[in-house]
């Protein structure tokens, strides 16, 4: 089996990894000489709208699938016309665009912060008196990791947040007190077959994933599982799909999806019986899923900026260390390392001493 990925980072990389002991090969598209993803495929090296390497793409690969929303969706679009791509270029479109994603939850029944639409600088002005503040106002597309996004706490914001966004479609979002952000990570196979793995709780840092932790028997578990359910089925989805949402006493408001495989699921990897990246190869190939079922306490640190020597993370009873082979800036993921416990105390005190290699500042 030859399978295509569109982008070539670390999410792409991991798929490739998932699927050598299958016996599957990969192309890679992506426009950077050096991707993360490279060494593991036969790399297709440039633009994501360059109709010559889609069309060598299509013929050669027999099914595609991406590993980020911001390539383009005429791309994606353009592939399905020519091949079978997994998750749809319909299910991109939504997940996309916020406003998009925000209307579907609402019309699927799946709780939200209030939003609205905002157009020019009255629609802002309309929205912050319907919603109040504190809000968020955020581009609509091409935004993550925090980026595309600024919290209006006073009217005296306003003027600031429009002359930095203003020239893209935004939507502003009632800013959530929520108790803690936790994220559920589905698969749903070709003929309708349906996994879940325990819900990750999730700590941020600069608006970016530092700590994913593992939470089996979690009494959210069930409620999210129900609304990424319903993600899955009104998309006809294909693959793995992430559902992020905020935690306010008993009840679950949805963030975000993400139509591929996750940050906050990498944990999978060595903690999982089946991993997340495996899983959504066998989806998008039409193979039976393999056990979601967690091995031990789990929890997964991110390296970003910077990453520990090997041997310092290795030291550490119970870890796994993922380099991907980037090179290191501000900002920027170069690695995670997956921990695996007997109990949860020994988990807590893994995770610190992660947390230490990773940002020494940082305890939990």
């Given at each position: 089996m030859i399978v295509g990925i569109v982008g070539g980072g670390q999410l792409a990389r991991m798929l490739a990894l998932a699927g050598y002991p299958l016996d599957f090969e990969f192309l890679i598209l992506d426009p950077v000489p050096d991707a993360s993803a490279a060494p593991l495929g036969a790399h297709l090296c440039g633009n994501y709208n360059d109709r010559a390497l889609l069309a060598d793409l299509a013929k050669r690969a027999d099914v595609v699938t991406y590993e980020f929303e911001n390539v383009p969706q005429e791309s994606i679009k353009y592939l399905a016309e020519h091949t079978a791509v997994h998750p749809s270029h319909h299910t991109l479109a939504i997940a996309r665009d916020r406003m998009r994603e925000k209307t579907m939850f609402r019309e699927l029944g799946i709780p939200t912060a209030p939003f609205a639409e905002v157009n020019s600088r009255s629609d802002l002005e309309n929205a912050v008196a319907e919603?109040?503040?504190?809000?968020?106002?955020?581009?609509?597309?091409l935004g993550y990791d925090?980026?595309?996004?600024?919290?209006?706490?006073?009217?005296?914001?306003?003027d600031t947040a429009w002359k930095q966004l203003g020239s893209m479609?935004?939507?502003?979002?009632?800013?959530?007190?929520f108790d803690r952000e936790i994220s559920v990570i589905a698969v749903r196979g070709l003929h309708g077959e349906t996994?879940?793995?325990?819900?990750?709780?999730?700590?941020?840092?600069?608006?970016?994933?530092?700590?994913?932790t593992s939470r089996p028997d979690d009494p959210m578990q069930q409620q999210a599982q129900n609304y990424a359910k319903r993600l899955l089925d009104s998309l006809n989805y294909v693959g793995v799909l992430a559902l992020e949402l905020f935690q306010v006493g008993e009840t679950l408001l949805a963030n975000e999806m993400a139509p591929r495989?996750?940050?906050s699921g990498h944990w999978t990897i060595e903690g999982a019986e089946t991993s997340q990246f495996e899983n959504h190869l066998r989806a998008i190939l039409g193979l039976p899923l393999g056990a979601t079922t967690p091995v031990g306490y789990?929890?997964?640190v991110n390296f970003i900026g910077t990453i520990p020597k090997p041997e310092q993370v290795l030291a550490l009873p119970g870890a796994h260390l993922h380099d991907y082979g980037k090179e290191a800036r501000p900002g920027r993921k170069l690695g995670h390392a997956t921990l695996r416990a007997q109990n949860e105390k020994m988990l807590a005190e893994g995770i610190n001493q992660l947390l230490t290699l990773a940002q020494p500042e940082i305890k939990i």
């Open positions: 919603i109040g503040l504190p809000a968020v106002l955020k581009t609509r597309t925090g980026k595309g996004q600024t919290v209006l706490r006073s009217p005296a914001d306003l479609p935004l939507i502003l979002e009632g800013y959530i007190p996994k879940f793995y325990p819900i990750s709780e999730n700590t941020h840092r600069d608006g970016v994933l530092l700590l994913s495989v996750h940050n789990v929890a997964m």
